[in-house]
């Protein structure tokens, strides 16, 4: 059974003018989000994307911005608490402490 | 597995360190405690540098991976009887996803390691095999130019390696997906009862105390008459929250982890207040249940994000703007219940 998170709410975009079609995108996207169509890429299953940011990170022609992150619940609570700011939070996974990841 | 220590410290280049792909009793005892005890994974670590699995040449494949020793036991326990280089990269112990997201697996890391491994000395090719979940992490445009190796990415699990290097580095669409299946969910589980546990255990014992206050001091007998209703809530609410949820995952109705787990918090809930006559008999108790653990169980579920494999950061903030306003006003709530239950107890009121 396929996994689906909330809908409607990632950040992905891709400049398709930009695209050269080199495939590297739909190598590295972990839930099949693109698709290579006349040598473009496409979104092809946006509400699938973990905004983890693989694609943008290796689109060498700057075709795709994600507001990337880790989609981690206590992370966020963390940075809300401790910063204000969920984006700045840190989960256990990274100095090590408790369970994340 | 023959001891793994220190190649190339100090900027010194060492010989490779010989792996091979046979686990060990060790190495079983290692996986178990990586799933149970944070203390142990987070030092379950090996030295970076350049690892020889079997009698890799010339020819052999160089792998990438991170220094988390379960990360590398599993991807070299995968490549049985193959030989390939393994170049482990210093992400402070961390598995290759979350370094990746963190960015500690990165492009100037595996740059490092490249050239303090020497590793051109021992190879007549230039191709990188990175792992796919490592790519989040790794420019591999920025990699190809600073290191001049051509980067591949490998299969997301390390046991499609070997069907991706017999297909000439080519995955499978399969093999390009992160899963979440129910032998995935099940390892996790302990690493999320247990500290729900740890909790639940401080929180009782702070209650016992309060229970056990007299105007003689804390009585054991009604610290325990007091606390004890208490328990099977809170036990509960861990059952539902972080037991059931990365079992059933899949299966319970939602998409909001904070949702799920508040159905199964709402069905363990109205299960404690139907069966126990104790419980449906106070009303303090039953409104205590009712609120406080679908709470408690959507936060533990809510949690549980975090060790998923498809939540996305604008996913849980979504979720977070609902469910956080929820957990503190249930918070009060049932602060204010088990005030009143105490001051009870104590004949107060």
């Not at chain 1, 699938?48 to 911005?65: L, P």
């Amino acid at each position: 059974m396929k996994l689906s998170y909330i809908s409607n709410v990632s950040t992905l975009k891709l400049a398709q003018e930009k695209c050269i079609g080199c495939e590297r995108c739909v190598e590295v996207c972990p839930h099949a989000v693109f698709e290579i169509n006349n040598k473009k890429a496409h979104i092809v299953a946006l509400d699938n994307c973990m905004e983890c940011g693989a694609c943008a990170q290796n689109c060498a022609f700057g075709a795709i911005s994600v507001k990337n992150g880790v989609g981690c619940a206590a992370a966020m609570i963390n940075g809300l608490l401790t910063k204000g700011d969920p984006d700045k939070g840190t989960c256990d996974c990274e100095s090590g402490s408790t369970s994340c990841c | 597995m023959q001891q793994i220590n220190v190649p190339g410290e100090c900027g010194q280049t060492s010989a490779p360190v010989h792996i091979s792909s046979a686990m060990t009793p060790a190495d079983w005892y290692g996986a178990i405690m990586c799933r149970i005890s944070n203390r142990f994974r987070m030092k379950y670590t090996v030295t970076p540098g350049l690892y020889a699995l079997g009698n890799p040449d010339k020819d052999s494949v160089v792998l990438v991976t991170s220094n988390y020793r379960l990360s590398l036991n599993v991807l070299r326990s995968a490549l049985n009887n193959r030989n390939a280089w393994v170049l482990v990269v210093d992400t402070k112990g961390i598995n290759v996803w979350c370094a990746a997201g963190k960015g500690t697996f990165c492009t100037k890391e595996i740059v490092k390691q490249i050239v303090s491994s020497n590793l051109i000395s021992r190879i007549s090719h230039r191709t990188l095999i990175l792992p796919q979940l490592g790519a989040s992490g790794v420019s591999s445009a920025k990699l190809q130019k600073a290191s001049g190796f051509t980067v591949k990415f490998g299969p997301v699990r390390a046991s499609d390696i070997p069907a991706y290097l017999d297909n000439d580095c080519k995955a499978s669409p399969e093999m390009r997906q992160a899963r979440f299946t129910l032998t995935d969910r099940v390892k996790l589980v302990p690493m999320e009862a247990i500290p729900a546990l740890k909790k639940l255990g401080l929180f009782l014992l702070i209650a016992s105390v309060l229970f056990g206050i007299t105007r003689t001091g804390i009585i054991y007998k009604q610290a325990i008459i007091g606390v004890w209703p208490l328990v099977i809530p809170g036990l509960t609410a861990v059952l539902t929250g972080s037991v059931i949820i990365p079992l059933l995952l899949p299966f319970i109705p939602g998409r909001a982890f904070s949702l799920k787990g508040l159905i199964t918090g709402l069905i363990g809930a109205i299960a404690i207040v139907v069966l126990l006559p104790v419980y449906r008999s106070s009303a303090l108790l039953s409104a205590f249940c009712l609120i406080s653990v679908p709470a408690s169980s959507s936060f533990l579920s809510f949690l549980f994000t975090g060790s998923s494999t498809y939540t996305s950061p604008s996913g849980v903030k979504t979720e977070l703007k609902i469910a956080l306003p929820l957990y503190i006003t249930s918070a009060v709530v049932s602060t204010v219940l088990l005030t009143l239950t105490l001051t009870r107890f104590w004949g107060i009121l």
